[in-house]
């Protein structure tokens, strides 16, 4: 079992560009979620999702977008850079809910020049 | 809104010995869920414990273990004979049945000197 895998590790990105985060999980697990770390902080959480063809916003959603076509895919889009946006992200999944541990991810370094 | 609040930034301990790192939080709800997740240099995010708001007993993995106060709503961690490895930030975390959110502390530093 791969757990969670995300690509790429480090990005730079240069502002007004756009580029996707992909995150893909191997244990059949309904529920994924996008967070972003800024240095010091706790996680925030960007988007989730409860199942294929389900997502929503959580707490700080601007500036991303998301889709779940399957299970095992949850790519973070990012539209129009900003460097605000740089940060760590990371993804994770869980089985039913917030309830249950989440497995994350290793991270994404996004910087956004 | 629920918020979780860690007042240690940073904590030093020596290896072998006993540190506790706090975590208070506040919610309305009766029913809810906390963590402990360890963020090593790695960057990695990595369950410690995890405990059930309406289990009385408190949580222990080995090393670890938990002092839950629901009614002061205080969820510390004890790691019990530092080692090296513990070294890491601590987040504490909370979650419950009415959003899918996990809302997360600021997280504290522990520090073992050898």
């Known amino acids: 079992n791969a757990g969670v895998t995300q690509t790429p590790k480090f990005h730079i990105l240069k502002i007004g560009q756009s580029m996707t985060l992909q995150c893909t999980q191997d244990m059949n697990h309904n529920y994924m979620y996008w967070y972003r770390q800024d240095p010091g902080m706790g996680l925030k959480l960007i988007y989730y999702s409860v199942g294929a063809g389900i997502t929503d916003k959580g707490e700080v959603p601007n500036g991303y977008n998301v889709s779940r076509s399957t299970t095992e895919d949850f790519p973070l889009r990012l539209e129009l850079a900003a460097p605000s946006q740089t940060s760590v992200y990371f993804c994770?999944?869980?089985?039913?809910?917030?309830?249950?541990?989440?497995?994350f991810g290793p991270g994404t370094r996004l910087t956004v020049l | 809104a629920q918020t979780v609040t860690q007042s240690q930034p940073e904590m030093s301990v020596q290896e072998a010995e006993t540190v506790t790192l706090s975590c208070t939080y506040d919610t309305s709800e009766s029913d809810y869920y906390l963590f402990w997740y360890k963020q090593p240099p790695s960057r990695q995010m990595i369950l410690v414990i995890r405990q059930e708001a309406y289990k009385q007993q408190n949580a222990t993995e080995n090393r670890f273990s938990v002092n839950f106060q629901k009614a002061a709503k205080s969820f510390s961690l004890k790691i019990s004979d530092s080692q090296l490895g513990d070294a890491a930030m601590y987040f504490c975390?909370?979650?419950?049945?009415?959003?899918?959110?996990?809302?997360w502390g600021a997280g504290t530093k522990l520090i073992i000197k050898p």
């Open positions: 975390a909370y979650s419950s049945d009415s959003n899918y959110q996990l809302i």
């Open positions: 994770a999944s869980s089985y039913l809910g917030s309830r249950n541990e989440q497995f």
